[in-house]
């Protein structure tokens, strides 16, 4: 079992950025592949970014390459979400999720476990 907490949202000019944390208890963090996804108002639930056990492969959603970057600490259980240049469409709550499967994490089915959610909010 794995329980994950998100953290970082917050309500944020155009253009500004954000880190987004989430962090897992349990001591096979570095076994799972973890995403982060995220829901506007209205909206599916969509992919934004994934990234490999050990940080080697990192994948994006076309609508944020450039401007999010995803990483992870293994030792301290946890994987941030720097954003960038944030838009007032990137407003929505943020999920992380974590995967024991590495195939298609682009994917919301292959995720196990999913946090709460942080809400972050950009103004025009």
């Known amino acids: 079992q794995v329980q994950l907490v998100e953290s970082g949202g917050g309500l944020v000019q155009a253009g500004g950025s954000l880190t987004l944390s989430c962090a897992a208890s349990?001591?096979?963090?570095?076994?799972?592949?973890m995403g982060w996804f995220r829901q506007a108002p209205g909206k599916e639930r969509e992919f934004v970014t994934a990234?490999?056990?050990?940080?080697?492969?990192?994948y994006y959603a076309d609508s944020v390459k450039g401007r999010f970057t995803i990483s992870r600490d293994n030792a301290k259980n946890t994987v941030y979400l720097q954003i960038n240049s944030l838009k007032p469409e990137d407003t929505a709550v943020y999920y992380c999720?974590?995967?024991?499967?590495?195939?298609?994490?682009?994917?919301?089915?292959?995720?196990?476990?999913w946090g709460q959610g942080t809400q972050v909010t950009v103004s025009s």
């Open positions: 999720a974590a995967s024991y499967s590495d195939s298609s994490p682009w994917v919301t089915q292959r995720y196990d476990y």
């Open positions: 349990g001591r096979t963090f570095s076994t799972y592949v």
């Open positions: 990234i490999s056990w050990n940080g080697g492969r990192t």
